[in-house]
């Protein structure tokens, strides 16, 4: 499985940008799919989670602003960023865990995409 990440690009503060990122293939199980990010010298964190129970998980610095969601017809998974700040900028990955078969356990991300806030 192959994970591809898009929707990146440079945004203004206040604005809105909707990352995707779709599976190369459909997924045995999954237990939950997010998005993280990874700043210029700081450490990858979780920005949203969705579990196979559609159980929703944000970071407190994005809540009420981000909203990840998911079309398991499409094998995509989305974040929508709205009221974006220059603290948002970052390199934002996906990320999938769950099993490739019944004895298989899977965790797979994406290649990341860079977002840019300006002011």
């Known amino acids: 499985v192959q994970l591809q990440a898009s929707g990146g690009g440079l945004v203004q503060s206040g604005g809105s940008l909707r990352l995707s990122c779709v599976a190369s293939?459909?997924?045995?199980?999954?237990?939950?799919l997010g998005w993280y990010r990874q700043a210029p010298g700081k450490q990858r964190e979780l920005v949203a989670l969705?579990?196979?129970?559609?159980?929703?998980n944000y970071a407190d610095s994005v809540r009420g602003r981000f909203t990840i969601s998911r079309d398991t017809a499409k094998k995509t998974v989305y974040l929508q960023m709205n009221m974006v700040k220059r603290e948002d900028t970052a390199v934002y990955y996906c990320n999938v865990r769950g099993f490739s078969d019944p004895w298989t356990t899977l965790d797979v991300w994406g290649q990341g995409t860079q977002v840019t806030v300006s002011s």
């Open positions: 293939e459909a997924i045995f199980k999954i237990d939950s």
């Open positions: 969705i579990t196979s129970g559609a159980n929703t």
